[in-house]
C-alpha cells in the first residue's frame, strides 16, 4: 500500500483537515480513516469532535514503547499507509468502541502536515478555534488502569452530590455544606486514590492540553471504555480544593482528610480548574485569564518543543494577540522576542520577576520558559488582597526602556546601590536580608523605574549586565535609593544582555 501524501490547505479560507473513522465492533480490526479539507467557515454545518490525548506515554509506569517516537503502528488514511504512534492507535481502537456517531475527529498529529513549518504555524493558530467550535472535545486519558472505572463513577457521583443535593446548604453555611456532602459520597480511601490516579495521569501534565480542555464547549474524559466529563471532574476538583482550604484557613478538622490528603498533591489538575472556570463564565470577547498567569501555569507543564510552552498559553487568552506562533525560529529566539513584545505592549517590566540567568541560549532579561518554576523569590502582594502592592522600590514611577535594534539588548533607566562584597552561607550580601542563591561576588544591586523590588544585575565586560534576579534589600524597598532621581541629579542607564 503506497504512502500517503498531504495535499496543501488553503490558509486564504483558514481551510483544516477533518478525519472520519470507520467504526467496528471488532476491537483487534485495522484502522481505516478518510480525512478531508473543509474552511473554518463551513464547520458550522459541519458537526466534528477534537481530541485530546498525548502523544508519548500516557499513563506513568507503561510500556517503554508507549513513549518511543519511532514505535509506530500502520493505519489506513484514504486508502494509503500512514504511521501513527501507539498512544493515538490505543485511542482510536477504543473511541472506535464506544462511539455512538460517525461525527469526524480532528486530530492534530494527523490533519496537520507535521513536516510542513509553515502549515504548522497557520494550524497552530487555528487550535483555539477548532476546539471552541467543536460538538465536544474527546480527552483520552490512555488504557484503563486499575481503579480507573470506580474513580469515574466516583467522580460523577461527587458531581451530583455537590452540584444538585447541597447547593443551597453550601450557600447558607460553608462547612455543614461541606461535610453532608462528604457523608453522602463517603471517605473510602481506595475510591480517592483511584480518582487520585486519574488526575495525575500524563494527559495532565502537558501543555498543550490546557488549552484544548479549557477553551472546549464540553469535553469528555475517556480512560479505556469508561468517561466522565469536564465539568463533573470540575466539581469534584472543587470540593476537594473546598475541603484542603477551609480545613487550611480555620484550623478546623474537616471529616475526610482522605479528600483532603489527595487535593494537595493534584497540583497540574488543580491548576487547570483555576482556568477552566473564568474561561468558561466570560463572554467570547472578554478574557478573565491574563497571559501572565496562563504562561505562569503552563511553565509547570512539560512539552516536547520549548516554544509551546508560550504558544500553548496564547490559545488561553481570548481575544487577539500580536503574538504569531513560528516554528521556523529558534527557542532563544522565540522568547526573546515575545519578551520584547509583551513589555511594549503593557508598558512594564514586570516580566522580569520570571527571569534568571540561563546557560540555554536566551538574554538574561527574557523569561526561560523551558524551565519550570514553582514561585517567585519575594511574594510581592498581600495574600488578603491581591490589589495591594507591598513594595514599592521605584516610588510608583513607570519604567523607561528601550531595545536595541536587533532586540538582544533591553536598556532600563535607575541608579546602583551596593555591590555585592561577600556572599555568605545565608547569601547575605550589604545589608540585604534575602538575595538569590545565584548571586556572587561582584554583582551589583540596582533599582531601576517600573521595578516593584531592587534587582541583583552581573557586570561584564562589555560595560553590560546580566539579569540575575530579584532581591530583597532592607532600606530600599520604598523608593529610598531614587530619592537622588527625583531630585534630578541621577539618571543612570543599565544595559541588559
Not at 483558514?14 to 470507520?22: G, Q, T
Not at 484542603?244 to 494537595?264: F, K, L, P, R
Not at 519578551?339 to 512594564?348: M, N, P
Request: net charge negative.
Amino acid at each position: 500500500m503506497p504512502a500517503f501524501k498531504y495535499e496543501k490547505l488553503n490558509p486564504k479560507v483558514s481551510e483544516i483537515r477533518l478525519v472520519r473513522l470507520s467504526l467496528t465492533d471488532v476491537f483487534t480490526d485495522d484502522i481505516e480513516l478518510e480525512i478531508f479539507r473543509i474552511s473554518l467557515s463551513d464547520l458550522d454545518h459541519e458537526p466534528y469532535v477534537p481530541l485530546s490525548y498525548t502523544w508519548g506515554m500516557p499513563c506513568h509506569g507503561m510500556s517503554p514503547d508507549w513513549g518511543d517516537p519511532t514505535r509506530t503502528s500502520t493505519v489506513s488514511l484514504n486508502g494509503k499507509s500512514y504511521e501513527i504512534r501507539l498512544s493515538l492507535e490505543s485511542a482510536l481502537r477504543h473511541i472506535r468502541g464506544v462511539k455512538k456517531n460517525n461525527l469526524p475527529l480532528w486530530i492534530d498529529a494527523v490533519c496537520i502536515d507535521q513536516t510542513n513549518i509553515p502549515e504548522r504555524n497557520s494550524q497552530v493558530r487555528l487550535m483555539r478555534q477548532i476546539y471552541e467550535r467543536g460538538s465536544y472535545t474527546i480527552i483520552w486519558l490512555g488504557p484503563a488502569q486499575e481503579g480507573s472505572k470506580l474513580a469515574l463513577y466516583k467522580i460523577e457521583e461527587v458531581a451530583n452530590a455537590r452540584r444538585e443535593q447541597f447547593f443551597t446548604l453550601l450557600e447558607k453555611d460553608r462547612m455543614a455544606g461541606l461535610v453532608a456532602i462528604i457523608e453522602a459520597v463517603g471517605t473510602d480511601s481506595e475510591c480517592w486514590l483511584a480518582i487520585r490516579q486519574v488526575l495525575s495521569c500524563v494527559w495532565w501534565s502537558r501543555a498543550w492540553v490546557f488549552q484544548e480542555a479549557v477553551v472546549s464547549s464540553h469535553a469528555v474524559l475517556l480512560c479505556g471504555f469508561d468517561s466522565a466529563s469536564i465539568s463533573d471532574v470540575m466539581e469534584t476538583l472543587t470540593l476537594m480544593s473546598d475541603i484542603a482550604t477551609e480545613q487550611a484557613d480555620n484550623s478546623s478538622h474537616v471529616t475526610g482528610s482522605e479528600i483532603v490528603n489527595q487535593a494537595w498533591v493534584l497540583e497540574n489538575a488543580m491548576s487547570l480548574l483555576r482556568l477552566w472556570g473564568p474561561y468558561q463564565e466570560t463572554s467570547p470577547d472578554a478574557s478573565a485569564i491574563d497571559l501572565r498567569d496562563a504562561l505562569f501555569l503552563v511553565r509547570r507543564l512539560d512539552a516536547t518543543d520549548p516554544r509551546d510552552k508560550i504558544y500553548a498559553a496564547l490559545g488561553l487568552v481570548k481575544g487577539s494577540s500580536t503574538i504569531i506562533p513560528d516554528y521556523s525560529r529558534g527557542v532563544g529566539e522565540v522568547y526573546r522576542s515575545f519578551a520584547r513584545q509583551y513589555i511594549e505592549e503593557h508598558q512594564t517590566i514586570d516580566l522580569l520577576e520570571e527571569c534568571s540567568l540561563s546557560a540555554d541560549d536566551i538574554v538574561s532579561w527574557a523569561p526561560n520558559y523551558s524551565r519550570k518554576i514553582y514561585g517567585h523569590i519575594l511574594e510581592k502582594h498581600s495574600e488578603r488582597d491581591r490589589s495591594i502592592r507591598l513594595y514599592n522600590a521605584s516610588r510608583g514611577k513607570s519604567a523607561k526602556f528601550s531595545f536595541s535594534d536587533d532586540s538582544k539588548t533591553l536598556t532600563l533607566v535607575g541608579c546602583y546601590s551596593d555591590p555585592i562584597t561577600a556572599v555568605g552561607p545565608k547569601w547575605k550580601f550589604s545589608n540585604a536580608s534575602n538575595i538569590l542563591d545565584a548571586t556572587y561576588k561582584g554583582d551589583v544591586v540596582c533599582v531601576v523605574l517600573g521595578g516593584e523590588v531592587p534587582y541583583v544585575i552581573r557586570p561584564k565586560k562589555n560595560g553590560h549586565y546580566l539579569f540575575v534576579g530579584e532581591c530583597y534589600v532592607h532600606g530600599l524597598m520604598d523608593g529610598q535609593a531614587l530619592q537622588g532621581y527625583e531630585e534630578g541629579n541621577v539618571e543612570m542607564q543599565i544595559i541588559l544582555d
